[in-house]
């Protein structure tokens, strides 16, 4: 079993959608939370940190935890073309352990 | 601007050659990383470093080494370079020891073994 599950999408979705991403973990004992973004061609780019349970908020973006299930969420809201991206979930045991990613297309 | 540099973006080479990756950080972190990206299997750990002279194998190290004279370089050796390391690679740094500790990111090179 993988520590953490990805659904690879690729999600399409108009401007002003909200977006759902979604990541699955398998140790209960993982406590740090990340998303990246990264751009085509480009390096991952740090989006959110969370560390336990709950949520936390930046601008139009928030990172949930919920640890009882073992399920970690990234909500974009009014999406953007700028949003256009492929998101990956990362979560840090005794070393990082990276979704496969997500593609996102926000159409104009 | 703080940053990390990787050279060169892109790169062929044959089967059997020697390959080094150059990561150059101006971050003055004394965590460096090596990953490398692959459809299916997301980004998985090559090497990493938690300072000078310290190197440390990650999951997918067989043929790759790396070295740590400073604090802002760590190259990455591919022995004898194969096909199965056709990829993107990315090196990271963090700030401080431990997985709470964000990495940041260079933009890659992206390597073809022929």
């Known amino acids: 079993q993988k520590e953490v599950e990805q659904d690879p999408g690729p999600l399409s979705v108009p401007e002003g959608a909200i977006v759902s991403l979604n990541c699955t973990y398998s140790?209960?004992?993982?406590?740090?939370f990340m998303w990246y973004r990264q751009y085509s061609r480009k390096g991952p780019e740090l989006l959110m940190y969370?560390?336990?349970?709950g949520n936390k908020e930046d601008g139009r973006f928030t990172a949930q935890v919920d640890k009882s299930s073992k399920y970690i969420s990234l909500f974009i809201r009014d999406s953007q073309p700028s949003d256009s991206a492929t998101y990956l979930c990362a979560i840090a045991g005794n070393q990082f352990y990276f979704g496969t990613g997500t593609s996102l297309t926000v159409i104009p | 601007d703080a940053e990390i540099t990787q050279s060169p973006r892109h790169k062929i080479t044959e089967t059997g050659r020697q390959v080094t990756l150059a990561c150059h950080q101006t971050w003055n972190h004394n965590n460096m990383f090596w990953y490398r990206q692959d459809l299916g299997h997301g980004l998985r750990l090559i090497h990493y470093s938690y300072g000078v002279q310290d190197t440390n194998k990650g999951e997918v190290s067989d043929g790759y080494s790396v070295s740590r004279s400073n604090t802002e370089d760590l190259p990455l050796t591919l022995e004898s370079a194969a096909s199965s390391q056709t990829s993107v690679y990315f090196c990271?740094?963090?700030?401080?020891?431990?997985?709470?500790?964000?990495?940041?990111f260079g933009n890659g090179t992206r390597l073809t073994v022929t």
């Open positions: 140790n209960s004992a993982f406590q740090y």
């Open positions: 969370t560390y336990s349970s």
């Open positions: 990271a740094s963090s700030p401080w020891t431990g997985t709470n500790s964000p990495l940041h």
